[in-house]
């Protein structure tokens, strides 16, 4: 079936330390975004990708960064330099280049600070 | 930048309806999205409606828009213990990508 899988679904990180977190989708959809969901919030928006090799920030991307190398995969990099990543993270697909079509969703990841 | 708002908290007996309303930001904004998000899930997308409508009706969900207000609702007929979970109202601001989101509603059906 098609769909989005994010991997893994618990992620823990050390002080100091990058992890990644993957996100793949076989809709094949052009756009992907990577938001951020914190408890009793909204979701804010990280980066998002409209075509391969191209990337843009959204409102928090301080701290984070991504690559389109492959029109499935989209992979978001929590660095060290964001102090406070605990947070569920949520990947999302859209077909075409039209941006009023509906997004689907991963499952989410969950990152925590150990 | 201006928020999407939502009431945070509903609480229905199972049976009875609810409606979840939200006041979104844009108004030349084209569709706006109702998701629903159960605990440590994703978010589905249950249903949207086009900017030129006024009344949206799938099975048991029905959306109502009012554009000169800029106000979406999503009511439940016969809200159900499985229908609790957290439900956010979406917005695609004219000329933008991604999803501007409210801060969701949390919705618990009791017996």
């Known amino acids: 079936d098609g769909g989005i899988t994010q991997s893994p679904k618990y992620l823990f990180r050390k002080e100091g330390q990058n992890v990644t977190l993957s996100c793949e989708q076989n809709?094949?959809?052009?756009?992907m975004y990577w938001y951020r969901q914190d408890p009793g919030q909204g979701l804010r928006l990280i980066y998002y990708?409209?075509?391969?090799?191209?990337?843009q920030k959204g409102d928090i991307a301080e701290g984070y960064s991504v690559s389109r190398e492959k029109k499935e995969s989209f992979p978001l990099t929590v660095t060290s330099a964001q102090k406070n990543p605990t947070a569920f993270y949520l990947c999302?697909?859209?077909?075409?280049?039209?941006?009023?079509?509906?997004?689907?969703f991963g499952d989410g990841t969950r990152l925590s600070i150990l | 930048g201006e928020d999407v708002e939502q009431s945070l908290f509903l609480s229905v007996r199972e049976g009875d309806s609810s409606v979840i309303n939200c006041t979104y930001t844009?108004?030349?904004?084209?569709?706006l999205y109702w998701y629903k998000q159960e605990p440590g899930a994703g978010l589905q997308l249950l249903t949207y409606?086009?900017?030129?409508?006024d009344m949206k009706q799938d099975q048991r969900l029905t959306v109502l828009l009012n554009k000169k207000d800029k106000h979406l609702s999503l009511r439940i007929a016969d809200t159900q213990t499985g229908d609790s979970a957290i439900y956010f109202c979406a917005e695609i601001p004219n000329s933008g990508y991604a999803l501007n989101f409210g801060k969701g509603t949390s919705l618990l059906v009791t017996p």
């Open positions: 999302a697909s859209v077909p075409g280049g039209t941006p009023n079509q509906p997004q689907h």
């Open positions: 844009d108004s030349s904004s084209t569709y």
């Open positions: 409606i086009f900017s030129n409508m």
């Open positions: 990708s409209q075509i391969v090799n191209d990337f």
């Open positions: 809709l094949n959809h052009d756009a």
